[in-house]
């Protein structure tokens, strides 16, 4: 493909870069080629042809992609999608995460009380009512989460409550809410402090009837504690 080409393209692998698969496989299931070999039915000879970028029979294909249990033991003898530059830079900056319904008050103070830290924000631009509401929403659970140890398990369902009014009204605004989780290392501008592992927990806002199964966010960025 010429390097100025930057439209996705579907081909198979080249064997260079078949080898490369199969290492990686191999490597993720820490086999060394020999037990490759053992699970595949093949020689340790041809395990080490591949993963040097020689050519390879169909069978021996095949017989590669029963070994790793794929569904389709054609994978390795069909077309891939073969990603642009472009799509590997971001690919690399980048993480997808799925976007699961946010809907209950009670749901979200437990998500609260479980991360330390969160980046909430609209996927959209949101009417001056809706954005008061999703920011007056934000600075509420903020607020709760820096107390929430100081609630009975009784006193919280006052908090549950005033959650499911602001997505209540959110909601009759056209305003759909979705989260995720990810745990991140956090690291201090201190030279010998150690990283901190936390949960971030990410609540984004969405279009009423249009929201996505996932997003995309990037690999590190600010957020709010």
Same mark, same amino acid.
């Given at each position: 493909?010429?390097?100025?080409?930057?439209?996705?393209?579907?081909?198979? =692998?080249?064997?260079?870069? =078949?080898?490369? *698969?199969?290492?990686?496989?191999?490597? =993720?299931?820490?086999?060394?080629?020999?037990?490759?070999?053992?699970?595949?039915?093949?020689?340790?000879?041809?395990?080490?042809?591949?993963?040097?970028?020689?050519?390879?029979?169909?069978?021996?294909?095949?017989?590669?992609?029963?070994? +790793?249990? +794929?569904?389709?033991?054609?994978?390795?003898?069909?077309? +891939?999608?073969?990603?642009?530059?472009?799509?590997?830079?971001?690919?690399?900056?980048?993480?997808?995460?799925?976007?699961?319904?946010?809907?209950?008050?009670?749901?979200?103070?437990?998500?609260?009380?479980?991360?330390?830290?969160?980046?909430?924000t609209p996927a959209f631009d949101l009417s001056r009512e809706a954005d008061e509401r999703f920011a007056e929403l934000v600075d509420y659970f903020r607020e709760y989460r820096d107390c929430a140890d100081c609630y009975s398990q009784r006193d919280k369902f006052a908090i549950y409550d005033e959650l499911q009014e602001h997505i209540n009204v959110l909601k009759a605004?056209?305003?759909?809410?979705?989260?995720?989780?990810?745990?991140?290392?956090?690291?201090?501008?201190?030279?010998?402090?150690?990283?901190?592992?936390?949960?971030?927990?990410?609540? *984004?806002?969405?279009?009423?009837?249009?929201?996505?199964?996932? +997003?995309?966010?990037?690999?590190?960025?600010? *957020?709010?504690?």
């Amino acid at each position: 493909m010429p390097a100025t080409d930057k439209t996705q393209q579907s081909r198979l =692998l080249t064997p260079e870069e =078949l080898g490369m *698969v199969v290492k990686l496989h191999r490597e =993720l299931r820490q086999w060394s080629q020999e037990q490759l070999g053992e699970i595949s039915g093949l020689s340790t000879r041809t395990i080490q042809r591949v993963e040097d970028g020689q050519a390879s029979s169909l069978d021996t294909r095949r017989a590669l992609a029963r070994a +790793f249990e +794929f569904e389709d033991v054609d994978a390795l003898n069909k077309p +891939f999608v073969i990603p642009t530059e472009d799509e590997l830079k971001a690919a690399k900056e980048n993480i997808t995460l799925s976007a699961l319904p946010l809907s209950t008050g009670k749901e979200l103070a437990g998500l609260v009380e479980v991360a330390s830290m969160d980046l909430s924000t609209p996927a959209f631009d949101l009417s001056r009512e809706a954005d008061e509401r999703f920011a007056e929403l934000v600075d509420y659970f903020r607020e709760y989460r820096d107390c929430a140890d100081c609630y009975s398990q009784r006193d919280k369902f006052a908090i549950y409550d005033e959650l499911q009014e602001h997505i209540n009204v959110l909601k009759a605004l056209g305003v759909s809410l979705r989260y995720a989780t990810r745990k991140i290392v956090v690291k201090g501008d201190v030279l010998d402090a150690k990283p901190l592992p936390v949960t971030l927990l990410y609540v *984004v806002a969405f279009p009423l009837g249009k929201e996505p199964t996932e +997003f995309a966010t990037p690999r590190s960025m600010p *957020v709010g504690w």
